[in-house]
C-alpha cells in the first residue's frame, strides 16, 4: 500500500473542525466566476476564447496561489491538428510533504453532440456548467486559501482539454489530466486528489461514481461524511448511480487515489442549453463548502 493511502486511512477519524460551520466558501462570488468565464465565450483548444480565459485565468491563479506551474504543451489530434494547450498547477505550501489535490477542466465542448435539435449538434457547448462550475469551485477555494493558509500543501490542478474529441476514442479527451499523469513533479504523492465536474446545476443531486468507489473508496467515504457532517446528505446522496470515464481514472492509472465528484443527471450536458441560467450560486456554496471542509485538516 502506498504511504498516502495509509496516512489517509489513519486520518479518516481525524476530521479537523477549524472554524466550526462557518463558511469560508462565497457561492456568490464562485457564480461571479461562473459569469466571468462564460464572457469568453466557448473556451474550445485552438480558439481565441481559450486563450484569453487561460490568461485570465493563470492571473487570478498567481494572485491566489503560492506558486503557480503552467503546463504547455501540443496536442496533436486524430485528424492531425495541432492544439496548444495549458494545464495550470497551484500550489499552496509547496514545500509540504503531506498534500491534498483538487482539480477541474477549464476547456468546454466544440460540438454539443447530446442536442436534440440535429443542427446544434455542430454548435459548440456553452459549458456553463460543465467547465465553468468546476473552475468557479477551485477559484473559491483558493480564495479561503489566501485568506487563510492551510495546514498541509494544497494543489489545485485546472486541466485543458477534457471535453475535446469523441469518447469513443480517448485520444482527444481527457487531454490534461493524461498530460499531468505523465509529468508529475518529481515525487510527487498527494494524500488524495478530488475532481469537481458539473457541480453548479440548480437541481444539485452528487451521487457516489463508480470507478470512485472501486479505486478510492475511502476518498468517497471521507467526502460524503464532510457534506453530512455539514448538513449537505441531501445533495451528496449516498449512493452509486454512473460509472464515468472522467479526468480522474487518469490519475487512477498512475496510482493517485482520485475521486469524480459530479452530477452526471445533467439534461443539458453536451448541449446549447448548458447556459448560465442553469447555474446556481446556491449549488456552488454547498460544494464549495464541502471542498473546503476537505483541506482544513
Known amino acids: 500500500m502506498r504511504r498516502a493511502a495509509v496516512v489517509l486511512l489513519l486520518l ?8 466550526g ?44 496561489a ?12 486524430a485528424r492531425g491538428d495541432s492544439l496548444r494547450m495549458r494545464n495550470f498547477f497551484a500550489r499552496f505550501r509547496p514545500a509540504a510533504t503531506e498534500r491534498i489535490l483538487l482539480l477541474a477542466h477549464w476547456d468546454t465542448r466544440p460540438m454539443a453532440d447530446k442536442s436534440e435539435n440535429l443542427g446544434q449538434q455542430r454548435l459548440p457547448v456553452p459549458g456553463a456548467n460543465d467547465g465553468a462550475s468546476g473552475v468557479a469551485i ?19 490542478l485546472f486541466v485543458d482539454g477534457e471535453d475535446y474529441g469523441d469518447f469513443a476514442d480517448t485520444n482527444d479527451v481527457l487531454i490534461g489530466s493524461r498530460w499531468f499523469a505523465r509529468n508529475q513533479p518529481p515525487g510527487y504523492e498527494p494524500l488524495f486528489a478530488v475532481l469537481f465536474d458539473m457541480v453548479g446545476d440548480k437541481d444539485l443531486q452528487i451521487y457516489q461514481e463508480g470507478n470512485s468507489l472501486a479505486f478510492a473508496p475511502e476518498v468517497v467515504q ?14 451528496f446522496v449516498p449512493g452509486a448511480r454512473h460509472t464515468l470515464t472522467d479526468d480522474h481514472v487518469a490519475l487512477q492509472q498512475v496510482g493517485i487515489r482520485a475521486i469524480d465528484v459530479v452530477d452526471f443527471d445533467y439534461p443539458y450536458w453536451h ?18 463548502d464541502v471542498a473546503v471542509a476537505l483541506v482544513r485538516n
Not at 479518516?12 to 472554524?19: K, P, V
Not at 503560492?66 to 489530434?77: A, G, K, N, S, W
Request: charged share 25%; with cysteine; aromatic share 6%.
Open 222 to 235: 471521507r467526502v460524503w461524511r464532510i457534506a453530512a457532517e455539514r448538513g449537505h446528505d441531501k445533495t
Open 138 to 156: 477551485l477559484l473559491g477555494v483558493a480564495d479561503a486559501l489566501k485568506a487563510r493558509p492551510p495546514a498541509q500543501g494544497v494543489d489545485l
Open 271 to 288: 448541449t446549447t442549453d448548458d447556459t448560465i441560467d442553469k447555474v446556481s450560486a446556491a449549488s456552488l456554496q454547498v460544494v464549495g
Open 12 to 19: 479518516l477519524g481525524c476530521q479537523a473542525r477549524a472554524g
Open 21 to 64: 460551520n462557518a463558511s469560508e466558501f462565497n457561492g456568490q462570488t464562485a457564480f461571479g466566476y461562473v459569469e466571468r468565464q462564460m464572457a469568453f465565450g466557448p473556451r474550445i483548444p485552438g480558439r481565441p476564447g481559450h486563450r484569453q480565459m487561460g490568461d485570465w485565468l493563470l492571473g487570478e491563479l498567481r494572485a491566489r
Open 66 to 77: 503560492d506558486t503557480v506551474i503552467v503546463q504547455e504543451f501540443t496536442h496533436v489530434t
